[in-house]
T-cell receptor, first 112, second 113 residues
Framework: GNSVTQMEGPVTLSEEAFLTINCTYT??????LFWYVQYPGEGLQLLLK?????DKGSNKGFEATYRKETTSFHLEKGSVQVSDSAVYFC???????????FGPGTRLSVLP | DAGITQSPRHKVTETGTPVTLRCHQT?????MYWYRQDPGHGLRLIHY???????DKGEVSDGYSVSRSKTEDFLLTLESATSSQTSVYFC????????????FGPGTRLTVL
């Protein structure tokens, strides 16, 4: 079946540092790929997504590229802020929004 | 904002008692989902609904039942709560335009003592 693997962390960075959170997946067909962010005490918010190979999703300075050859969707940001402290989930779904599979989440802490 | 609310937001109950969690959406979405979130597991699907009175099981459905008598409401019931059901529960809807995407409510933190 489909699966998502991501580094569990926690990841601790200083403000303005470069961020990479690795995500790899196993899936049949051509899934859509997502990054969701969960701030403390809140639900999951869609951060970005990509629906086909070589697509780049981007939002709020975060980026991730759908790499089919390496089955990866790594999340990057050039300069993190304290306000980026949250848990980040990599996920995939089929094209109908069914069969969502989530990674375990990566907790990011950004220190001033 | 997908217009999803969940109630209650926090609940503490005792083992063996019934518990019902409510998810309410305001945008007439057909598909709704219940997940539980546990450390190290990400989110796991409990049940989902694809229309009024149409529901199906997810990955971790044992001990849970659901009902959907109106488009806007999706109820999750724990018939006899156990400590292993202590978790954070999230409701989600499938996007109407971006049909490959799910949007989540704020969650309910349930503690079973």
């Amino acid at each position: 079946g489909n699966s998502v693997t991501q580094m569990e962390g926690p990841v601790t960075l200083s403000e303005e540092a470069f961020l990479t959170i690795n995500c790899t997946y196993t899936a049949t067909g051509y899934p859509s790929l997502f990054w969701y962010v969960q701030y403390p005490g809140e639900g999951l918010q869609l951060l970005l997504k990509a629906t086909k190979a070589d697509d780049k999703g981007s939002n709020k300075g975060f980026e991730a590229t759908y790499r089919k050859e390496t089955t990866s969707f790594h999340l990057e940001k050039g300069s993190v802020q304290v306000s980026d402290s949250a848990v980040y989930f990599c996920a995939l779904s089929d094209n109908y929004g069914q069969n969502f599979v989530f990674g375990p989440g990566t907790r990011l802490s950004v220190l001033p | 904002d997908a217009g999803i609310t969940q109630s209650p937001r926090h609940k503490v109950t005792e083992t063996g008692t019934p518990v019902t969690l409510r998810c309410h959406q305001t945008e007439n979405h057909r598909y709704m989902y219940w997940y539980r979130q546990d450390p190290g597991h990400g989110l796991r699907l409990i049940h989902y609904s694809y229309g009024v009175k149409d529901t199906d099981k997810g990955e971790v459905s044992d001990g849970y039942s659901v009902s959907r008598s109106k488009t806007e409401d999706f109820l999750l019931t724990l018939e006899s709560a156990t400590s292993s059901q202590t978790s954070v529960y999230f409701c989600a809807i499938r996007g109407a335009v971006s049909t490959d995407t799910q949007y989540f409510g704020p969650g309910t933190r349930l503690t079973v003592l």
